[in-house]
């Protein structure tokens, strides 16, 4: 009985010691249910607060699914609680109390949305919250002044781009694993409090507020940031700080990268110790009141890629050190003080894209090692100095400069005919100097600029004619010369709004609106004869003329006036200045509605660029950093569009390498926006979106990615092989102009390189896009210019045809190129595209007539068969067969002139759409 009597004790010990743990366990499931509610009715009361939801993301916040599944939001594995809501979805309203239940949270990123209102005190006290981001909204209020003690585990805190007041909490020092402090674009006040205990910092943006009191003592902060061992940016610009930059300076990490205090109150001279940051890339110190000289050990700074000091009352002679900064992209030193001469060191700087120096007291002459820096393509100001002498001769390097401004000096002799080698000009202002002379004739081959001012010199001599011709010529300012003659009234001359011709006093005719007297007989006669002498050398030359020369002279003859420039302050300020938040507010988020086309690389978003109360149309390459070879091909395209420009490439407004709102890394180039699309989309348009080239609509775009690749194989310093060319990186503007883009496998090749085949192997992986690759490539063979022959060769077949390389049709050992080669010249209608076949005909379309018209159109069937071949050779499978570029683009220039010519008169079945 006893051994019973024991069992039985212990069989109900155990029930109770089940039933109290099953009740535990009830317990505990139900204090996490109750939890996990507690977070799903704080997530619904935001989804209520939110008053718009542009894209919809809010719609899977529903009671159909878990919240932990919820778009937006991250819970953790065990207790399925929210620790972390990142959204950027435009979203407008405010921010609900509620949030302040989500007691898991660690990680709160309301990023590029539209929220207004104050933030809740209460969500200030998720002590567990790591990172705190509400970048780029409409959110009010103050921070409040317990900050660092109710978040002290924040390692990012970013509120910049809203309407916050007040100061920066003192208390802020507390949050010791701060790394990422970001505040720009508010209007915080009063000092900056010591930031001494925060030794992880990496990023500092104070930027755009009303910081500081315009006192010595407002920079006393920086002194607190010497501790801060990976510092990597300090952004303090366009603030109220007064006082000097302190010596301290020079003892902050030597990570730094970014040192920004232009726009302040600053002055005294540039601490000595800044010698001591030897990895810094960007030194913005513009727009203050700095003196004294510049510090020859500024050239210890080797890495530095951009450096302002415009805007200050800098003196003496700009250092000779300044060479040593080979890597220097932009160099603006303008509106000081400065004097003595140019120093002709900067000549090693190859890698300038950017100089300006105007607005000095610099003396003497301009060097020929400035001119003779080919990288220049932005602008070069030299502007309102004391500069002397004659220009140098060698302005011809300068092909891909967009802007040259030497206006206001004594500069004196003739302008250099080489100028006119200066193909890319769209602005040449030589105003108010000593020039004298005619102007060269070689400056008719300036097709592409927009302003001229010679104005207030000593020239004399003719108004050429040539200058009619000029398409995109809207400010002609030639006025107080010495000019004769009679004027012309066609082009530019046409509009007396656009020339100024005062100062002249023995010019004559042109239009009534000049009030000029009547050229007599005698000189019309001799403008006449004159006019002879020059038209048949010229007409000459012209026809001697092949290449590049050619291409452009005609491509840009063909083409309408267009916009002015943007001016060349306005495009620095691009170059340096655009942010992720730029781009982001651009495409309103980077949204769907704006996605252009998306690849492994990345994708192109449709954005509108605000700056200075300008709105520029763009183009946004965000690179997928993700992808393997992203960031080596962004590096790869920055590196070959900063050494190009030809109106046939895509032109890059900027580029940005910065972080995203969550803090990952951003890149991004930025292009003019191209509103026609690509051809791969006119070639191979939608069933929604139907759309046709014409014929002569079709050459023109050949011809002008012939010329684009003709450029790029024979007159850049060193040949660029784009490795990547096909219908969809082929760009047609307002005009349906082409513009060859995408230059993201782009390769610099030795100057021993030439079209010829190699039969060395390679390591590189260029393996560009099935169908248009040269198939050498596939075996291993160097890049050469002769692979971009053999893709613009299935391009123009590609063209014309309206068949891809890769269409099912193509199998076995038929390819397009045998399918055309099989076909010429006498079964051209059977391959040719039959868009170009179609005849409108009061409004009726007639197979059989335009087949009949075709075929006896013999100018068009010539023209379709001479390119067509020209598309065959290029396509050749071996390279040595294949054309260059030069003589393909001087061949389809000369068959596209022939077609004009010829069709004049004619049915326009195939010229007009």
Not at 258 to 271: A, H, R, S, T, Y
Not at 372 to 390: A, K, R, V
Not at 432 to 437: D, R, S, T, W
Request: charged share 15%; net charge negative; proline share 4%.
């Amino acid at each position: 009985m006893d051994f019973v009597h024991m069992m039985s004790s212990i069989i109900v010990s155990i029930c109770f010691f089940i039933f109290y743990c099953f009740s535990f366990s009830l317990q505990s499931t139900d204090y996490m249910l109750k939890s996990n509610e507690t977070d799903q009715l704080a997530l619904l009361q935001f989804k209520a607060k939110v008053t718009h939801d542009p894209l919809e993301v809010l719609s899977s916040w529903n009671y159909s699914r878990h919240f932990c599944q919820w778009k937006g939001v991250t819970c953790s594995p065990r207790h399925q609680r929210v620790t972390a809501l990142p959204t950027v979805n435009q979203f407008v309203g405010q921010i609900p109390e509620t949030l302040s239940e989500l007691k898991m949270m660690r990680y709160i990123s309301f990023g590029g949305n539209k929220l207004s209102g104050e933030i809740p005190f209460s969500i200030y006290n998720l002590s567990s919250l790591n990172c705190f981001s509400f970048l780029y909204n409409q959110l009010q209020g103050s921070l409040p002044s317990d900050l660092g003690f109710t978040l002290p585990n924040l390692e990012v805190l970013n509120v910049a781009d809203n309407q916050f007041v007040g100061p920066i909490p003192a208390s802020i020092s507390n949050t010791s694993n701060l790394m990422k402090l970001a505040i720009g674009g508010n209007g915080f006040s009063g000092k900056v409090p010591s930031l001494e205990n925060l030794h992880k910092l990496q990023r500092v943006r104070l930027s755009l507020n009303h910081l500081g009191n315009g006192e010595k003592d407002d920079l006393e902060f920086v002194n607190s940031l010497v501790n801060a061992s990976g510092l990597e940016l300090l952004e303090i610009s366009s603030n109220n700080f007064g006082g000097m930059l302190p010596e301290a300076v020079g003892n902050l990490s030597t990570q730094l990268k970014i040192l920004e205090v232009d726009n302040n109150q600053l002055f005294g001279n540039i601490p000595s110790g800044l010698r001591n940051l030897v990895n810094l890339e960007l030194l913005y110190l513009e727009d203050n009141q700095f003196t004294g000289r510049i510090p020859g050990s500024i050239g210890d700074l080797q890495k530095l890629q951009t450096f302002r000091l415009e805007g200050n009352k800098f003196w003496g002679e700009i250092p000779s050190s300044i060479g040593n900064l080979t890597l220097l992209i932009t160099l603006n030193f303008a509106e000081n003080m400065l004097e003595g001469s140019i120093p002709s060191s900067l000549g090693k700087c190859q890698n300038l894209i950017l100089l300006d120096l105007s607005n000095n007291n610099l003396t003497g002459t301009i060097p020929t090692e400035v001119i003779g820096l080919s990288s220049l393509s932005i602008y070069l100001d030299l502007s309102q100095n004391q500069l002397t002498g004659p220009l140098p001769s060698n302005f011809g390097i300068l092909k891909n400069l967009g802007a040259i401004d030497i206006s206001e000096n004594k500069l004196s002799g003739q302008i250099p005919s080489s100028i006119g080698s200066c193909i890319r000009l769209e602005q040449l202002v030589m105003k108010g100097n000593f020039l004298q002379e005619n102007i060269p004739s070689s400056l008719s081959s300036l097709r592409g600029i927009e302003n001229l001012d010679l104005s207030r010199n000593n020239l004399s001599g003719r108004i050429p004619k040539y200058l009619e011709n000029f398409p995109f010529l809207q400010n002609l300012n030639l006025s107080f010369n010495h000019f004769e003659g009679e004027v012309p009234i066609k082009g530019v001359f046409s509009n007396s709004s656009a020339i100024s011709l005062d100062g002249n006093d023995n010019l004559c005719g042109g239009i009534s609106e000049l009030h000029l007297s009547t050229c007599s007989i005698k000189e019309s006669k001799q403008s006449r004869s004159r006019s002879l002498k020059l038209i048949i050398p010229i007409v000459t030359g012209i026809l001697l003329v092949t290449g590049m020369s050619c291409l452009i002279i005609t491509s840009w003859g063909s083409k309408s006036k267009r916009e002015l420039a943007t001016p060349p302050s306005a495009s620095l300020a691009s170059v340096l200045r655009v942010s992720y938040e730029n781009l982001f507010k651009a495409t309103d988020g980077f949204s769907l509605e704006n996605l252009i086309a998306a690849g492994s690389f990345g994708s192109v978003y449709k954005g509108v660029l605000n700056h200075d109360d300008h709105e520029t149309l763009v183009a946004v390459k965000v690179l997928n950093l993700q992808h393997r070879g992203a960031s080596k091909s962004f590096m790869a395209e920055c590196q070959a569009l900063r050494s190009i420009r030809h109106r046939n490439l895509v032109k890059i407004i900027t580029s940005c390498a910065s972080v995203d709102f969550q803090g990952n890394d951003f890149e991004a180039l930025v292009y003019e926006f191209m509103v026609n699309g690509s051809l791969e989309e006119w070639l191979h348009p939608n069933r929604e979106a139907p759309r046709n080239l014409n014929l002569l609509q079709r050459l023109n775009i050949a011809v002008d990615v012939a010329s684009a690749l003709d450029y790029l194989h024979h007159y850049c310093e060193t040949p660029i092989v784009h490795c990547d060319l096909k219908p969809s990186n082929v760009l047609l503007d307002s005009e349906l102009i082409a513009h060859v883009g995408d230059f993201g496998l782009a390769k610099f090749l030795p100057e021993a390189t030439n079209n010829l085949s190699s039969n060395q192997s390679s390591s590189v992986g260029v393996k560009g896009t099935v169908g248009y690759a040269a198939p050498e490539y596939g075996m291993g063979s160097e890049v050469s210019t002769s692979g971009d022959v053999y893709s613009f060769g299935i391009l123009l077949l590609e063209t014309f045809t309206g068949k891809r390389p890769t269409n099912e049709m193509f199998t076995g050992n038929l390819t397009l190129h045998n399918f055309v080669k099989g076909a010429l010249p006498e079964r051209l209608a059977e391959i040719v595209d039959p868009a170009l076949l179609v005849e409108r005909e009061e409004g009726e379309t007639s197979e059989a007539n335009a087949h009949k018209q075709f075929t006896r159109s013999f100018s068009v069937k010539e023209c379709l068969v001479s390119v067509l071949e020209i598309g065959v050779t290029c396509s050749s499978e071996l390279p040595r067969e294949r054309m260059s570029m030069e003589e393909v683009a001087a061949q389809l220039l000369s068959f596209r002139n022939k077609l004009v010519k010829n069709v004049r008169g004619q049915p326009a079945t195939y010229v007009t759409a």
